[in-house]
């Protein structure tokens, strides 16, 4: 299977897929370079990359700084920035459609967001649901795929990434996938046939 992690800096997605050992051409691209594997890490556009070939699962994680609901006294309607948020819905949207045209299984990850009221099919997960006793509530469009379910339900209900204090790292970490997530995408998606 070919699988393409889009706007994905962490490598965390792609190396859960890759450590599956099930034979999956797995390729992280941002615009950044990887703190993961190098040698599959495509530091570039990830319009271009859904282009450059067909894809059997693209699972993408666009910028949620302007999209996110947290983020609505700057972002809002009739807030400051809020012309920011319509350039990004309608990038993600882009590349939502995009995506679907490239591979018949695409996910789409983001915190709460205006964008999934522009999208069918979202399920909403938690990380105290894959072994971290934290809360994000975190939305997945789903085309092609079914839902993730949970695989660790453990208690603690600490919100650790929202209390995060500023530095030059916090955007780049408060967005890493939490691993039990990313393993449960891989075990859950990777060992689903292709269509």
């Given at each position: 299977?070919?699988?393409?992690?889009?706007?994905?800096?962490?490598?965390?997605?792609?190396?859960?897929?890759?450590?599956?050992?099930?034979?999956?051409?797995?390729?992280?691209?941002?615009?950044?370079?990887?703190?993961?594997?190098?040698?599959?890490?495509?530091?570039?556009?990830?319009?271009?990359?859904?282009?450059?070939?067909?894809?059997?699962?693209?699972?993408?994680?666009?910028?949620?700084?302007?999209?996110?609901?947290?983020?609505?006294?700057?972002?809002?309607?009739?807030?400051?920035?809020?012309?920011?948020?319509?350039e990004a819905v309608e990038w993600t949207l882009d590349l939502w459609e995009l995506a679907k045209a490239r591979a018949n299984r695409v996910v789409l990850e983001n915190p709460v967001s205006v964008i999934f009221s522009h999208i069918d099919n979202v399920q909403y997960i938690q990380p105290w649901q894959h072994g971290h006793g934290e809360t994000k509530k975190t939305g997945l469009a789903l085309h092609g795929v079914p839902p993730l379910r949970p695989t660790n339900v453990v208690s603690g209900r600490e919100n650790r990434v929202w209390r995060m204090p500023p530095g030059p790292n916090r955007k780049r970490d408060r967005s890493k996938t939490y691993q039990g997530i990313a393993n449960a995408m891989a075990n859950q998606w990777g060992e689903q046939k292709c269509k």
């Open positions: 299977m070919k699988v393409l992690v889009g706007c994905e800096e962490s490598g965390v997605v792609s190396q859960a897929f890759r450590d599956l050992d099930l034979g999956h051409e797995v390729w992280s691209c941002d615009l950044q370079p990887t703190r993961g594997d190098k040698d599959w890490h495509i530091c570039g556009d990830v319009i271009q990359a859904l282009r450059s070939q067909e894809w059997n699962l693209v699972i993408l994680h666009p910028d949620c700084t302007a999209m996110a609901v947290s983020g609505n006294r700057w972002y809002g309607k009739g807030m400051p920035m809020n012309d920011k948020r319509k």
